[in-house]
C-alpha cells in the first residue's frame, strides 16, 4: 500500500495491537503493562513490512547515515545539516535510497511525556532536511513521514478504590491521552507540518461489563483480579504540508 498519513497510521496501529498480543502471550498475563519497547519495535516494523509499500525497513538507524541520504551532503560539508540529538531511530522505512519513513515508539509511558516530546521534535528536523539537489533529488516527488507510537495504560492498584470494568479506567486513560496529545501539539509546528492521531484499545484485562450470569459459579466465570489492566495505543504521524506555488 501507497505510503499516506492515514496507512502509516493504520499500519502502526496494526503493529501496536500485535505487540499487545505477543505480549500476552508470552507472559500469559493480561494483567501485565507491554513491555519491553524492544518487544513493540519488531512487532511494529513488521507491520510496515507488510502493510506499506517500501523496499526496505532498518531497525536502530542512525541518523547519520539518514542524514546523508536526505541531504545528499557528506559529514564536513559546510552545508550538512545538523540535527539537536543525534544518535539512532528506532524505525526507518526505506524506498530505495530514500529515508520515507522514521518512526520512534515506546511500551507503556509513565506520564504524559517520556521522551516522546523529544522524539517529535527530532523527527520534525529530518523532515526539514532538503536534498542539494532541489526538485532534481531522489526524495522530491516521495512524500516522508514521522511517527511515534506509545501506549497508555492504567491499573487497578493504582487507585485506592477497586476498579476492573473498562467504563472505569477510560475517563483516566482518556485524561492521560490528551495530556500527552497537547504537549505534543505544542511542539509541532503547524505551519509546516501536519499531524495526524489515532488511538484503539488493545488486548488488556478490563472487563467490558458485569459477569455473565449464566457463567457465575462455573469454570468459565470471568475472575477479578485486584491487578486488571486497560491500555491504549496511539499513534501520532507527522508530515510536511503540501505546499501550493503561487500562480
Known amino acids: 500500500m501507497k505510503v499516506t498519513a492515514e496507512s502509516l497510521a493504520n499500519a502502526l496501529l496494526h503493529g501496536g495491537r500485535a505487540a499487545a498480543v505477543e505480549n500476552f502471550l508470552l507472559s500469559q498475563d493480561a494483567d501485565v503493562p507491554i513491555y ?10 513488521k507491520a510496515l513490512r507488510d502493510r506499506l509499500h517500501l523496499t526496505g525497513i532498518e531497525l536502530e538507524a542512525s541518523t547519520e547515515r539518514i542524514v546523508r541520504a536526505a541531504s545528499g551532503r557528506k559529514f564536513g560539508d559546510p552545508l550538512y545539516p545538523s540535527l539537536t540529538r543525534p544518535g539512532e531511530i528506532d ?19 509513565s506520564g504524559t511525556d517520556d521522551g516522546v516530546v523529544a522524539d517529535v521534535l527530532r523527527i520534525q528536523e529530518l523532515l526539514s532536511i532538503s536534498h542539494r539537489w532541489g526538485e532534481a533529488g531522489p526524495q522530491a516527488r516521495t512524500p516522508r513521514f514521522g511517527a511515534v507510537l506509545y501506549y497508555v495504560g492504567k ?41 495526524l492521531i489515532k488511538k484503539i484499545r488493545v488486548v488488556d484485562s478490563a472487563k467490558d461489563g458485569a459477569p455473565d450470569p449464566e457463567l457465575v459459579g462455573t469454570a468459565d466465570e470471568e475472575s477479578v483480579s485486584g491487578s486488571e489492566q486497560f491500555t491504549y495505543c496511539v499513534a501520532c504521524v507527522v508530515n510536511e504540508r503540501d505546499v501550493i506555488s503561487p500562480a
Open 36 to 45: 519491553p519497547e524492544s518487544l513493540v519495535q519488531v512487532e511494529v516494523a
Open 91 to 109: 524505525i526507518v522505512g526505506w524506498l530505495h535510497v530514500v529515508p520515507q519513513v522514521f518512526v520512534e515508539v515506546k511500551d507503556q509511558i
Open 155 to 195: 491499573n487497578s492498584q493504582q487507585y485506592k478504590k477497586g476498579r476492573h470494568l473498562a467504563a472505569q479506567f477510560i475517563p483516566f486513560a482518556d485524561r492521560t491521552v490528551d495530556t500527552s496529545l497537547m504537549n505534543i501539539r505544542k511542539v509541532v509546528d503547524a505551519t509546516r507540518f501536519e499531524l
